[in-house]
């Protein structure tokens, strides 16, 4: 996997909205942040547009992303917000100049759909908040710090407190995954998310329960759990039942689709619509381990 060079201070940052339409008082903020971080920060043209749920028409949104992956002097192309809009732009999109001259790519939700491509293409590229939750309370965020850190050093090592759902083990692979409802959205596409081998992370946002049971079977039928290194479980958030029960929470309707795999799981791990949403390298290698609690390590070479 190819493996941008770290950022450090007077690179340039690009800012796109390849999804939903943006609230420029909700990002501002963030940007200026990076700013203060010694980055040279170019907005895209479009970034702030409106289109009725999207940041521009799916022209504009790809027209800004494909200016930011042509940019040689760019280093990292965050994304402003997910939302929903990404999928509908992939196939407008050259990403063969990241082959010659390889940038990070930063987001999560929506921003799924770019991790699976660049997967896909054999470059990492990073799973981690985005510009509207890099502050509280104008204090930089866990999330910022992690974010900042990975991108400049390459450290990412992260443990959590035990869940009493864990499946105890240690394993290693590449990490791969992010939001499961755009796993999901892209199985049988030339995108589809390949997990044998490696530890797979998920984590969704206002999904009903059945529909998260719908599409961990449709991964579980389709092959893509049995062969996983391990599983990691970050944040299901604002999940919602029908008033008919479904009669499993998140977590449980998870543990019961793998139960036939032996792999390590953890649960709750902090990534994904929380509060510490922490970066992570996806197309790195980890190790996983899970016992008295979860750690989750990235191995640098």
Do not use: H, M, Y
């Given at each position: 996997m190819i493996i941008p060079p770290y950022l450090k201070p007077g690179d340039r940052i690009r800012i796109v909205a390849p999804a939903g339409k943006v609230q420029k008082d909700s990002v501002l903020p963030g940007i200026e942040l990076l700013q203060d971080e010694g980055f040279e920060v170019m907005i895209g043209k479009h970034?702030?547009?409106?289109h009725f749920q999207y940041?521009?028409?799916?022209?504009?949104r790809a027209a800004d992303l494909q200016e930011a992956i042509n940019d040689s002097e760019t280093r990292a192309i965050i994304c402003a917000r997910g939302g929903y809009g990404t999928l509908r732009i992939i196939e407008k999109i050259d990403f063969s100049p990241l082959l010659k001259n390889p940038k990070w790519l930063v987001g999560f939700s929506d921003v799924t759909v770019l991790h699976a491509v660049l997967n896909n293409l054999g470059l990492v590229s990073v799973h981690g908040s985005m510009p509207?939750?890099?502050?509280?309370?104008k204090k930089p965020t866990k999330s910022f710090h992690s974010l900042m850190e990975l991108l400049s050093t390459g450290k990412s090592q992260i443990a959590v407190n035990s869940n009493h759902l864990n499946r105890v083990g240690t394993c290693s692979g590449e990490l791969v995954g992010g939001n499961l409802s755009l796993i999901y959205s892209l199985q049988g596409t030339p995108w589809q998310l390949e997990t044998s081998g490696k530890i797979l992370i998920i984590e969704d946002l206002s999904e009903y329960l059945y529909h998260l049971d719908r599409m961990m079977q449709n991964l579980r039928m389709a092959g893509q759990l049995k062969n996983l290194a391990g599983l990691v479980v970050g944040?299901?958030?604002d999940m919602k039942d029908n008033?008919?029960?479904f009669g499993k929470s998140a977590n449980e309707i998870i543990l019961e689709a793998v139960q036939d795999y032996h792999f390590p799981v953890c649960f709750d791990f902090p990534v994904g619509h929380i509060p510490k949403n922490l970066a992570l390298m996806f197309g790195s290698s980890y190790q996983?381990?899970?016992?008295?609690?979860c750690r989750l390590i990235r191995k640098q070479s």
């Open positions: 970034v702030f547009d409106k940041a521009g028409t799916d022209k504009q509207g939750f890099f502050l509280e309370n944040g299901f958030t008033d008919s029960p996983l381990e899970v016992g008295e609690s």
